[in-house]
């Protein structure tokens, strides 16, 4: 069974660039959620897709986009970067079907740091 | 609103011991979830157990067991036998869902657990 991979790694950006990150879910699996994760503080909700279509959104900017493709895998887009937009992003994957199991695997994550 | 709260922002145990994380919940949802993870120092989450809201038992898995008690709205964590690699962030999550597919995880500011041998 193939985890929940991300990439980047690390990455640094200026301040107003855009940045994208990736995610390949976990086998077996058909949604994607993604979470920012500011030093010191639990992850926070930005969005979740499900059959590639948005099905949930926290309280982040537009700036925050997304797509799932139909392998299930994932992007984050940000524009516009900002300085509090430096944290750890966080992909985590789950199953949705007739027999819907509800944890979600997270990814290693991406370490965002904007200058 | 749904909330989750962890009042020990740091614990520690003696290796081999048993530690009890404290974890109380908010909502007004029947039909909630409770998860724990733990991320190590790498920034990683890894899942370590699920509690239903409906569950009849308390969940279990190897030396991770879930106190659940629905009344006082806590789900706090029960690591037996501490080992030395359990050192690490660990935090307690509520899902949030609405049917559709919709699985929002809401999670506590976390618990740092330290092991000392």
């Known amino acids: 069974e193939t985890g929940v991979t991300q990439s980047p790694t690390h990455l640094i950006k200026t301040r107003g660039q855009q940045v994208t990150l990736r995610c390949s879910s976990q086998?077996?699996?058909?949604?994607v959620s993604w979470y920012q994760q500011a030093l010191g503080q639990g992850p926070q909700f930005i969005f979740q897709y499900y059959r590639e279509e948005e099905n949930g959104r926290g309280n982040f900017p537009p700036r925050f986009s997304g797509l799932q493709f139909p392998n299930y895998s994932s992007e984050l887009n940000v524009n516009a970067l900002e300085l509090d937009d430096s944290a750890l992003y966080l992909c985590?994957?789950?199953?949705?079907?007739?027999?819907?199991?509800?944890?979600?695997?997270f990814g290693p994550g991406t370490r965002l740091t904007v200058t | 609103a749904q909330k989750i709260t962890q009042t020990q922002p740091g614990m520690f145990v003696q290796e081999k011991e048993a530690v009890t994380l404290d974890c109380t919940y908010d909502?007004?949802?029947?039909?909630?979830?409770l998860f724990w993870y733990k991320q190590p120092s790498s920034g990683e989450m890894i899942f370590l157990i699920y509690q239903g809201s409906y569950d009849q038992q308390n969940a279990t898995e190897g030396r991770y067991s879930l106190n659940f008690q629905k009344a006082r709205k806590s789900a706090n964590l029960v690591i037996s036998a501490s080992q030395l690699g359990d050192s690490a962030m660990y935090f307690c999550?509520?899902?949030?869902?609405?049917?559709?597919?919709?699985?929002?995880?809401?999670f506590g500011a976390g618990t740092r657990l330290a092991v000392h041998p």
């Open positions: 985590a994957s789950s199953f949705q079907g007739t027999t819907t199991r509800y944890e979600q695997y």
């Open positions: 909502t007004s949802d029947p039909s909630y979830g």
């Open positions: 086998s077996g699996h058909n949604t």
């Open positions: 999550a509520m899902r949030e869902g609405r049917g559709g597919g919709y699985n929002k995880l809401i």
